[in-house]
């Protein structure tokens, strides 16, 4: 039941398109296409951005998009905005029926 | 529309025994399986343990398996969380969530849980 690996933190400026990764194995994101992600503000319950590698919800902006290959997947936002700034983690089902969550990524719109 | 809320959180003492709370509107309850999420001060997002629509298949998360005890009531829409034997390193704030239902994805907005003498 390892976490996912996500990038600590990572930066972009108004108007740039910026990857977060998410890695995992065999036998999580590279066995389903259930991988999510999530945005999270402070004090906040996390907020579904994507799901099934690349579908967005009804409501969230078409600058995010999702993608896998292999064991990673990839949450690219285009268009960086002020709000976009927060914790970004990334989730996925495992052949264990369980799921695992990343340790998260720090996004600052600088 | 679905709402989840969540009760039972508080500060408890060290080997200490708490029970979590989970009720569920505007959703089928007994179509869904039912997560607890747990997330320490300014931490991760951590999958504490699942149960599905049915109550059959249940599974932990190796850090609380044998401790944590999740179980549903289908006739009331609640999910509840026993947790025993509390550790510091369990103090967080607890959510319950519908995940892998596609767009379908609630959580509730989180219980918080002490664990200090």
């Known amino acids: 039941q390892s976490a996912l690996t996500q990038p600590a933190s990572v930066s972009g400026s108004p108007g740039q398109s910026i990857t977060l990764s998410c890695t995992g194995t065999?036998?999580?994101?590279?066995?389903?296409?259930?991988v999510s992600w999530y945005q999270q503000h402070p004090g906040k319950a996390p907020k579904l951005m994507i799901y099934?590698?690349?579908n967005r919800p009804s409501g969230v902006s078409n600058r995010f998009s999702g993608s896998k290959s292999g064991n990673t997947a990839s949450l690219t936002i285009s268009g960086l905005q002020s709000e976009d700034d927060g914790d970004y983690y990334c989730?996925?089902?495992?052949?264990?029926?369980?799921?695992?969550f990343g340790g998260g990524t720090k996004l600052t719109v600088l | 529309e679905v709402q989840l809320l969540e009760s039972g959180g508080g500060l408890i003492q060290p080997g200490g025994s708490l029970r979590l709370s989970c009720a569920a509107s505007?959703?089928?309850?007994?179509?869904?399986?039912m997560t607890w999420v747990r997330q320490a001060p300014g931490k991760g997002l951590e999958w504490v343990s699942l149960?599905?629509?049915?109550?059959?298949?249940?599974y932990y998360a190796d850090s609380v398996r044998g401790r944590f005890t999740i179980s549903r009531d289908n006739s009331k829409n609640t999910v509840d969380l026993h947790m025993n034997n509390l550790r510091a390193e369990d103090t967080a704030m607890y959510y319950c969530?519908?995940?892998?239902?596609?767009?379908?994805?609630?959580w509730g907005q989180g219980t918080l849980v002490t664990v200090s003498s």
């Open positions: 969530a519908m995940l892998g239902n596609g767009p379908n994805d609630y």
């Open positions: 505007g959703v089928t309850f007994s179509a869904h399986a």
């Open positions: 149960i599905s629509g049915s109550g059959i298949s249940i």
């Open positions: 065999s036998s999580d994101i590279g066995f389903y296409n259930y």
């Open positions: 099934d590698v690349s």
């Open positions: 989730s996925s089902y495992t052949r264990s029926g369980t799921w695992v």
